[in-house]
């Protein structure tokens, strides 16, 4: 299974929307978004577990795509804090967590 | 609550040179995994446990070793360093069960190491 990301760098500026993608090769068994701001390891935003379900968290909502092989991520009104680099990841089976490459978010003041 | 604890937080070794990269975690977690974060290539699984004693391959495991001989602790081991080997190194530890339940549990990462092979 691969995960790809897009796109791979969004500069924004303060108070836009984002939306970020992350697309499977295979069906999403369950998937996460995580978040890892500099100098510091990834954090856990948001978990997917069920095809079409709208989860959210604050300013933060995930869906997955209608094939559950697509999901995004988007992000509204964004403030200086967003800042970071965003990984989508999925368990592939065989007690792995795999990751895409992340999309790096800048935010302009 | 210190979560995960990774040392040391910078590394700089030369090419042949071995060492250790130490991962603790207090969270009661069965479930350890180390991974390597290149630029452009995302977090690429090294090794993972399941719990004391039990350890198996991830995606890059060449190169490096792994032991599990308590649940709180989890070390990496660069046998003979190479420049291929620089990266910035996780652990990551979560809830392992059966089923959905630890498929759905996430991963708390450390804050990483940053090493450097010359």
């Known amino acids: 299974q691969l995960l790809e990301q897009s796109p791979q760098f969004l500069s924004i500026q303060e108070g836009e929307n984002l939306t970020v993608y992350c697309n499977s090769s295979s069906v999403f068994s369950s998937l996460q978004w995580y978040r890892q701001e500099p100098g510091e390891g990834p954090v856990l935003l948001i978990a997917l577990y069920k095809a079409g379900e709208l989860t959210s968290n604050g300013r933060l909502t995930a869906q997955f795509g209608i094939t559950r092989k697509d999901s995004f991520l988007n992000i509204s009104a964004s403030i200086p804090s967003d800042v970071g680099i965003y990984f989508c990841a999925d368990w592939t089976g065989g007690f792995k967590t795999i990751f895409g490459a992340g999309t790096r978010l800048f935010v302009k003041a | 609550n210190a979560g995960v604890t990774q040392t040391p937080k910078f590394q700089v070794l030369k090419t042949g040179q071995s060492m250790t990269l130490q991962c603790a975690q207090d969270?009661?977690?069965?479930?350890m995994s180390w991974y390597r974060q290149d630029p452009g290539m995302g977090l690429r699984l090294i090794h993972y446990?399941?719990?004391?004693?039990?350890?198996d391959q991830g995606e890059v495991p060449n190169g490096y070793n792994v032991s599990r001989s308590t649940t709180e602790d989890f070390p990496l081991r660069l046998l003979s360093a190479a420049p291929s080997q620089t990266s910035v190194y996780f652990c990551a530890s979560s809830y392992f069960g059966t089923g959905k339940a630890w498929r759905n549990s996430p991963l708390h990462f450390g804050n990483g190491t940053r090493l450097t092979v010359t």
């Open positions: 969270m009661n977690h069965e479930y």
């Open positions: 446990s399941v719990g004391a004693g039990i350890t």
